[in-house]
T-cell receptor
Framework: ETGVTQTPRHLVMGMTNKKSLKCEQHLGHNAMYWYKQSAKKPLELMFVYSLEERVENNSVPSRFSPECPNSSHLFLHLHTLQPEDSALYLC?????????????FGPGTRLTVT | KQEVTQIPAALSVPEGENLVLNCSFTDSAIYNLQWFRQDPGKGLTSLLLIQSSQREQTSGRLNASLDKSSGRSTLYIAASQPGDSATYLCAVRRRRDSNYQLIWGAGTKLIIKP
């Protein structure tokens, strides 16, 4: 148990659906991240929020929309996804300070787009 | 541009053996390096974090070393056990860029045979 929880753990959705992924951290961190992990590829950083403000967005398609209402919660809103968006979506959090910025990960949401 | 490579992509060894996993990076100007473990379909668990000023870190049967000048890190696992079977990922945090972004290797899938 890392102190970062994600729901749901599994999600199957059609290309016309709208769904949301939720992440919650109980570590007192103030930076949160969304990553995409596809088979046999390095993790791809999607979004970073620090102090509830988006600080990085790595050219992610607009069908993915993040929301960070407070430092403990992070959402990823999904709409009109494509089959190639099927992947494991990981949430992480970290302190917003030196020295380590060490990231702690949730268990992930396995997303399948049909 | 920083690139992180992990070789081999997969490794299978008998139980009880000592083994070394390799991680190489192209730009020696890193802030720190982190080793993670990922069980199938699960999130990532941080194993060891080495700051750029450190040479090694130890936790139980695990020892991670860092040689910035040669752009290499190794993860040494002593007396391997079937429970060590997982994918091991390394990631570096760059000094000059955002302190939030990790550059990831694709991982080494380790199988320990009973």
């Amino acid at each position: 148990e890392t102190g970062v929880t994600q729901t749901p753990r599994h999600l199957v959705m059609g290309m016309t659906n709208k769904k949301s992924l939720k992440c919650e951290q109980h570590l007192g961190h103030n930076a949160m991240y969304w990553y995409k992990q596809s088979a046999k590829k390095p993790l791809e950083l999607m979004f970073v929020y620090s102090l509830e403000e988006r600080v990085e967005n790595n050219s992610v398609p607009s069908r993915f929309s993040p929301e960070c209402p407070n430092s403990s919660h992070l959402f990823l809103h999904l709409h009109t996804l494509q089959p190639e968006d099927s992947a494991l979506y990981l949430c992480a959090s970290s302190p917003h300070k030196a020295p380590t910025y060490e990231q702690y990960f949730g268990p992930g949401t396995r997303l399948t787009v049909t | 541009k920083q690139e992180v490579t992990q070789i081999p992509a997969a490794l299978s060894v008998p139980e009880g053996e000592n083994l070394v996993l390799n991680c190489s990076f192209t730009d020696s100007a890193i802030y720190n390096l982190q080793w993670f473990r990922q069980d199938p379909g699960k999130g990532l668990t941080s194993l060891l974090l080495i700051q750029s000023s450190q040479r090694e870190q130890t936790s139980g049967r695990l020892n991670a070393s860092l040689d910035k000048s040669s752009g290499r890190s190794t993860l040494y696992i002593a007396a391997s056990q079937p429970g060590d079977s997982a994918t091991y990922l390394c990631a570096v945090r760059r000094r000059r860029d955002s302190n939030y972004q990790l550059i990831w290797g694709a991982g080494t899938k380790l199988i320990i045979k009973p």
